[in-house]
């Protein structure tokens, strides 16, 4: 009990905004540091998830990296919390799901809808070279289908060499995305 007392108070929430994952931020019009945390979790991965603008209503609930995965939530106020969740991974199983015709460049499209009614359920994968975007979708409001197109267009992608290219342009050469192959400073 003392001990979680303690930790409880070494700890603070952090507040983000939409541009922690924005795709371009600042006057060097640069990816955001929440989009080179991402890129750094899958190395593999060729484009990385952003925010372009942020839709009426939506805001960013959290961003999770781990050292094989990135993700993010998008809260609703029609739709609830956590209404979609961004995952970017070095693949995913699309054996479930349709492909479409993708609206994103160098991409392909999986859709699979578990769920109409009450809630609409699913998941959309764009796979590209190195990696896989997921959108997870729950959405509870009247109108299932529409928030789901208009928050999708809020969620944008880099390419990585875009990323990489930030990290050294902030860091004014001394620091680099990736590790270098050869292990090597």
């Known amino acids: 009990m003392v001990a979680?007392?303690?930790?409880?108070?070494?700890?603070?929430?952090?507040?983000?905004?939409?541009?922690?994952?924005?795709c371009r931020k600042g006057d060097d019009g640069h990816p955001a540091n929440g989009v080179?945390?991402?890129?750094?979790?899958?190395?593999?991965?060729t484009w990385v998830p952003c925010l372009e603008v942020?839709?009426?209503?939506?805001?960013?609930?959290?961003?999770?990296?781990?050292?094989?995965?990135?993700r993010f939530w998008l809260d609703s106020d029609r739709d609830g919390v956590h209404a979609l969740e961004?995952?970017?991974t070095?693949?995913?199983?699309t054996t479930q799901a349709t492909?479409?015709?993708s609206e994103r460049e160098g991409m392909r499209r999986?859709?699979?809808?578990?769920?109409?009614?009450p809630q609409y359920v699913g998941t959309r994968h764009y796979v590209f070279e190195g990696g896989c975007l997921s959108v997870l979708f729950r959405l509870s409001g009247e109108n299932r289908s529409e928030?789901?197109?208009v928050a999708t267009q809020a969620i944008g992608a880099v390419t990585r060499d875009q990323v990489r290219t930030a990290v050294r342009d902030r860091t004014d050469g001394e620091l680099a995305l990736d590790p270098p192959e050869d292990g090597a400073r």
């Open 4 to 22: 979680a007392g303690l930790l409880a108070g070494c700890v603070r929430p952090v507040v983000l905004g939409e541009d922690t994952l924005a």
């Open 90 to 93: 070095p693949a995913c199983d």
């Open 99 to 101: 492909e479409i015709p």
């Open 54 to 70: 942020m839709p009426l209503g939506w805001d960013l609930a959290g961003l999770d990296a781990t050292e094989s995965s990135a």
């Open 110 to 117: 999986w859709e699979r809808v578990t769920q109409v009614s």
């Open 147 to 149: 928030p789901l197109g």
């Open 36 to 45: 080179v945390l991402m890129a750094q979790s899958v190395p593999s991965a």
């Open 86 to 88: 961004i995952v970017l």
